[in-house]
């Protein structure tokens, strides 16, 4: 019951959706970067939306299933073969024991994701079997993966077998047709014949150290990604943003699509990798809904901010989960409860 790692490509890691609640002793969250990609890899196989999954950036890798299994891709689309065939991103797979899949370059967005029906079995760190690469911590014995490594999947290869029967006979075995349910919502605003990723953003804890103009300079300028953005920020380059009396504070906490300002008054995104403190004012926090769309940015390009409400974040979140919850109700709507496997319920 198992996937071999035969290239794993650039960066490969397994994620789930982060280590809450151990931000007071230290721990980052971590988690997919782009958690929308990777809730909906995992309800396209049937699994609970929170099960560790595969994140690839750039190119993915090339796997052996050793077993039969059910899998989906979803995220950054990339040209992707199963034992040499085309196979569609946003939709769930079959693989039969022995097969190849491999994926290719992503020609948009950063990271892709790979769900396997049941979920990669990786050891439970602190309630969540997510990466930290920093802290060599949880995922595949806290590292990215590398030629030759050997996952533990939850499902023997005659489950997924009956579970892909399962699957057809529900005619929930086509790519998804709805591109918000592809992705999620997405914003974006026109700026000199340009399309830019709009991102939404409530004011954060010290948007009062900033003057009206940087305030404002926040809320109209863009930004473009420098190189020097990864898991744990995305450090923007463009005008630069006004203080009062200068961006530093004393540390205080961060969390993930905070928006800290440096002293050069350039923005900084807090991703997934975050760290728990920060001690540069916080001039707003990126809504939840808007993460994902920041996750799949590449260097070079550019982004805008936009403010927002508390009430419209929470709006959003819910569109989003209205999305995945048709995406769940595909399966969910059509089948009956089959089994137990390791004390969880499986349709």
Same mark, same amino acid.
């Given at each position: 019951?198992?996937? /071999?790692?035969?290239?794993?490509?650039?960066?490969?890691?397994?994620?789930?959706?982060?280590?809450?609640?151990?931000?007071?002793?230290?721990?980052?969250? /971590?988690?997919?970067?782009?958690?929308?990609?990777?809730?909906?890899?995992?309800?396209?196989?049937?699994?609970?939306?929170?099960?560790?999954?595969?994140?690839?950036?750039?190119?993915?890798?090339?796997?052996?299933?050793?077993?039969?299994?059910?899998?989906?891709? &979803?995220?950054?689309?990339?040209?992707?073969?199963?034992?040499?065939?085309?196979?569609?991103?946003?939709?769930?797979?079959?693989?039969?024991?022995?097969?190849?899949?491999?994926?290719?370059?992503?020609?948009?967005?950063?990271?892709?994701?790979?769900?396997?029906?049941?979920?990669?079995?990786?050891?439970?760190?602190?309630?969540?079997?997510?990466?930290?690469?920093?802290?060599?911590?949880?995922?595949?014995?806290?590292?990215?993966?590398?030629?030759?490594?050997?996952?533990?999947?939850?499902?023997?290869?005659?489950?997924?077998?009956?579970?892909?029967?399962?699957?057809?006979? /529900?005619?929930?075995?086509?790519?998804?047709?709805?591109?918000?349910?592809? &992705?999620?919502?997405?914003?974006?605003?026109?700026?000199?014949?340009?399309?830019? @990723?709009?991102?939404?953003?409530?004011?954060? @804890?010290?948007?009062?150290?900033? &003057?009206?103009?940087?305030?404002?300079?926040?809320?109209?300028?863009?930004?473009?990604?420098?190189?020097?953005?990864?898991?744990?920020?995305?450090?923007?380059?463009?005008?630069?943003?006004?203080?009062?009396?200068?961006?530093?504070?004393?540390?205080?906490?961060?969390?993930?699509?905070?928006?800290?300002?440096?002293?050069?008054?350039?923005?900084?995104?807090?991703?997934?990798?975050?760290?728990?403190?920060?001690?540069?004012?916080?001039?707003?926090?990126?809504?939840?809904?808007?993460?994902?769309?920041?996750?799949?940015?590449?260097?070079?390009?550019?982004?805008?901010?936009?403010?927002?409400?508390?009430?419209?974040?929470?709006?959003?979140?819910?569109?989003?989960?209205? /999305?995945?919850?048709?995406?769940?109700?595909?399966?969910?709507?059509?089948?009956?409860?089959?089994?137990?496997?390791?004390?969880?319920?499986?349709?």
């Amino acid at each position: 019951m198992s996937i /071999c790692i035969l290239d794993p490509g650039p960066l490969t890691i397994v994620q789930d959706l982060g280590r809450s609640g151990s931000a007071a002793d230290g721990y980052r969250s /971590c988690g997919a970067a782009d958690s929308y990609s990777a809730r909906l890899a995992n309800l396209l196989v049937g699994n609970a939306a929170g099960d560790a999954v595969l994140e690839t950036t750039l190119r993915g890798p090339e796997l052996r299933f050793e077993i039969a299994t059910v899998f989906a891709l &979803t995220g950054a689309e990339t040209p992707a073969q199963l034992d040499g065939q085309p196979v569609p991103f946003f939709a769930p797979l079959f693989a039969p024991a022995g097969s190849v899949l491999k994926i290719g370059m992503a020609k948009e967005g950063l990271r892709s994701y790979l769900a396997v029906w049941g979920g990669i079995l990786v050891p439970v760190v602190r309630r969540s079997r997510s990466t930290d690469l920093a802290c060599h911590l949880g995922g595949f014995q806290g590292r990215r993966l590398c030629k030759g490594d050997v996952l533990p999947v939850a499902m023997p290869g005659d489950s997924a077998t009956a579970w892909w029967k399962t699957i057809h006979r /529900c005619k929930a075995d086509h790519p998804l047709g709805d591109a918000a349910a592809c &992705t999620g919502a997405r914003l974006w605003r026109w700026e000199q014949n340009r399309r830019l @990723p709009l991102l939404r953003a409530v004011p954060g @804890p010290q948007w009062e150290a900033f &003057t009206p103009a940087g305030q404002q300079t926040f809320t109209h300028g863009s930004y473009q990604l420098t190189a020097d953005c990864n898991r744990m920020a995305c450090k923007l380059q463009g005008p630069v943003i006004e203080t009062v009396h200068g961006s530093d504070i004393l540390s205080d906490g961060i969390v993930e699509g905070s928006v800290q300002v440096s002293s050069s008054g350039q923005p900084i995104v807090m991703l997934a990798d975050h760290q728990t403190t920060g001690g540069y004012a916080k001039i707003a926090t990126v809504i939840s809904a808007d993460l994902p769309a920041l996750a799949q940015l590449r260097p070079g390009q550019q982004v805008a901010f936009t403010l927002t409400d508390p009430a419209r974040a929470v709006a959003a979140a819910r569109t989003q989960a209205a /999305c995945l919850k048709q995406v769940a109700d595909r399966l969910a709507a059509r089948t009956t409860p089959k089994f137990i496997h390791a004390g969880r319920l499986f349709l």
